[in-house]
């Protein structure tokens, strides 16, 4: 079995550490606020901070961390849960070049980005990326996309190349 852990680019790293603290910072203040007595700034701040707090912890829920290989399937595991591709069912893979890239529905660099995305030339595709520049793809024989991302792209691909079987499906853990 091949682990592989998705390195974020700086501006992954840049949005979630700042949303991270931005809410952080917004719950402390609203607290001090409350302590002194100010009730309707303290609410404004406490209602203003628990919604980025929740937020980061929805975005958190999908955003990938590690990608594995194994004999039968490629997992990418996820801040809850994991999303499966049994090898069977890959019917192409190959390394991802960035494009004009546009974002469907999703989240867009607050820990990593991930959802419905589309390009010109390539169609439409569900990301779960750290990084662009260790992106790559999978066709599933659904027709479905997928752009996944992890350090040592290039041998995790060569192996799974190698490793598709035939058979299974496709399922999300939670």
């Known amino acids: ?20 603290l931005a809410a952080l910072i917004l719950l402390v203040v609203a607290g001090v606020f409350a ?9 404004i701040l406490a209602l203003t901070g628990g919604l980025l707090a929740v937020t980061v912890i929805a975005c958190f829920a999908y955003g990938p961390f590690t990608v594995s290989l194994s ?14 591709f049994e090898l069977g069912h890959i019917v192409d893979a190959g390394v991802y070049e960035q494009g004009n890239d546009y974002r469907v529905c999703g989240i867009g660099g607050l820990f990593g980005w991930v959802g ?12 779960y990326v750290g ?5 790559f793809y999978i066709v599933l024989d659904s027709g479905k996309r997928y752009v996944l991302s992890c350090e040592g792209r290039d041998e995790l691909l060569d192996r799974l190349l190698q490793n598709r079987e035939p058979a299974g499906s496709v399922e999300e853990q939670v």
């Open 1 to 20: 079995m091949i682990v592989r852990n998705v390195k974020w680019s700086k501006s992954v790293r840049a949005i979630t550490l700042s949303c991270t």
């Open 35 to 43: 302590w002194q007595g100010d009730a309707e700034w303290a609410d």
């Open 71 to 84: 004999d039968r399937a490629l997992t990418v595991k996820r801040g809850f849960g994991a999303k499966t």
């Open 116 to 127: 419905h995305f589309r390009r010109s030339g390539f169609g439409s595709y569900f990301a």
């Open 131 to 135: 990084d662009f520049v260790q992106a």
